[in-house]
């Protein structure tokens, strides 16, 4: 009988150590992790519709839908479109003035009001200009923290024609789990900036 009660005081003498020893072991958090996504291969085809005033390459993997209001108000001309992404969730708003009706001033101010705009949310926006082999100029704008958009720009011959175009995700801002697709797309935008042509102005 004392060797029973000895061997249960025993046992239960090592559960107690054992949850002492368990309280005091080292604690590793897990990293957070997100879902893997499986990026297509950049490949691309002609946006040249007839009537529009520029031409450029774009994803076979994206859809360009004409866009026919702004903020429930009618565009101000017909060439406002948007490249859909819908594997991403995500969307290039692009916007077409024409200088003229505009002053070529007020535009690029309006274009970098927009872009800072997102001053509260982000860490850090970056400007480069643009100059590419088609003679096309602008400006690259990169938005770091968790705003609504991390890449923005705008070309413009500077006498007729101004474009702005703005990458949107249809989800809650989130740097991290965005950063592989941002920087897949953002690919694309220069892809896009890279073979951007200006065709006669638009009637």
């Not at 107690?16 to 950049?42: E, Q």
């Not at 017909?78 to 819908?86: K, S």
Request: hydrophobic share 35%; glycine share 6%.
């Amino acid at each position: 009988m004392k060797t029973i009660n000895l061997l249960a005081g025993l046992f239960v003498l090592g559960l107690c150590a054992g949850a002492l020893l368990s309280c005091n072991s080292d604690y590793t958090p897990k990293r957070k992790g997100y879902f893997k996504i499986d990026m297509p291969k950049h490949d691309y085809q002609t946006f040249d519709r007839a009537g529009y005033p520029y031409t450029f390459e774009y994803p076979v993997y994206a859809n360009v839908v004409k866009d026919s209001t702004y903020f429930d108000s009618t565009t101000e001309n017909p060439y406002w479109i948007n490249i859909d992404f819908p594997q991403f969730n995500a969307r290039i708003y692009v916007s077409y003035k024409a200088i003229g009706k505009n002053s070529f001033e007020k535009l690029r101010d309006d274009a970098f009001k927009m872009t800072f705009k997102h001053t509260s949310k982000a860490s850090s926006i970056d400007q480069t200009p643009i100059q590419t082999t088609n003679g096309i100029g602008g400006m690259y704008f990169s938005v770091g923290g968790n705003a609504a958009t991390a890449h923005q720009f705008f070309v413009t011959d500077t006498s007729r024609n101004f474009l702005r175009g703005a990458l949107y995700f249809d989800t809650t801002p989130n740097e991290d789990s965005l950063r592989p697709v941002n920087d897949f797309l953002q690919q694309d935008m220069v892809h896009l900036i890279n073979t951007f042509r200006w065709r006669a102005a638009a009637k």
